[in-house]
């Protein structure tokens, strides 16, 4: 037999980080997460038995092989919202809260709004705003159908309101779609060379490389933006922790104002965003007049 104290003696030897063996033993003896912690450091003497032990040890070893907690656990926490996560979607970070609560400011000056979420994977942001913006209609793209699949379902199981689009960026609306009040994107950004990404293998690389520079996902939103916008309409894009001023320029050229960016929890400039002018017709109209 063995203890609490012991399994998480077991998991330090391995190198595992104290908080996720925490957050997997839990999982094993069946607690709630929340909870978990302080019962756990009340029960150092409490036992596991083989079974439980067994499958703690399995988790420890895919832990350590760089498994994200949240496909071990099948869970993640965004915004307040529990989501199923898998290694189909990138599992929600929370600096992509910082997004969400932006599209909620932004969307304050909007009543029933038409909002669009590119590269939706779980459908965190959009299920985020679904919920906060109940009087929303919220359509999520995605080019991986088992991504919209594992977004699809999280909406079901939240009993909030998504409409699904399977396909690459705007191509995936069909003809006639009327234009948006807010488009919101966590695109793949990081450039394909980047070191970083020996950390992430476990994540789809899908959603995270772009190209050389990490940036093609965010020309290519940004480039056929214009046909979809209201006027007045806000984009809004997470992207890399050095790609803030790219980003901005980006915008600019494309005919977008009030172009800012906001700080993730670490202090980067984590997203960006712009407002398509009220006074300027978008591309579709000015080619037909
Ligand atoms: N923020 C993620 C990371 O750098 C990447 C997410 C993305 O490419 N959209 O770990």
Redesign the pocket.
């Known amino acids: 037999m063995t203890t609490v104290a012991q399994a998480l003696q077991e998991a330090a030897a391995l190198g595992v980080d104290r908080f996720d063996a925490q957050l997997l033993l839990a999982e094993v003896l069946g607690l709630g997460e929340r909870e978990a912690r302080a019962w756990l450091r009340a029960h150092d003497t409490d036992l596991l038995d083989e079974p439980q032990r067994q499958r703690f040890r399995a988790l420890l070893q895919r832990r350590r092989a760089g498994e994200p907690v949240a496909y071990l656990l099948g869970r993640k926490e965004f915004h307040g919202l529990m989501l199923q996560v898998g290694p189909d979607v990138?599992v929600p970070?929370p600096?992509t809260e910082v997004l969400v609560d932006w599209a909620l400011e932004v969307l304050k000056g909007w009543s029933a709004p038409r909002v669009l979420d590119l590269g939706t994977g779980s459908g965190a942001i959009a299920l985020a705003l679904a919920r906060g913006r109940p009087d929303a209609d919220v359509t999520v793209v995605d080019l991986s159908p088992r991504a919209l699949q594992v977004a699809l379902s999280n909406a079901t199981r939240l009993g909030l309101a998504l409409r699904g689009l399977q396909g690459s960026w705007w191509q995936a609306l069909p003809g006639g779609e009327a234009p948006f009040d807010l488009v919101v994107s966590?695109?793949?950004?990081?450039a394909e060379d980047d070191p970083?990404l020996a950390d992430?293998a476990h994540e789809p690389r899908l959603?995270?490389t772009s190209g050389p520079d990490g940036l093609d996902a965010i020309r290519a939103i940004i480039a056929g933006a214009a046909p979809h916008l209201r006027a007045g309409a806000w984009l809004l894009l997470?992207h890399?922790h050095d790609q803030a001023d790219a980003v901005q320029a980006l915008l600019r050229q494309a005919g977008f104002e009030a172009v800012d960016s906001r700080c993730d929890l670490a202090g980067h400039r984590r997203c960006t965003g712009g407002a398509w002018p009220a006074h300027r017709p978008a591309a579709s109209e000015s080619r037909s007049a």
């Open positions: 990138l970070r600096d966590n695109p793949p950004y990081i970083h992430l959603a995270l997470e890399g």
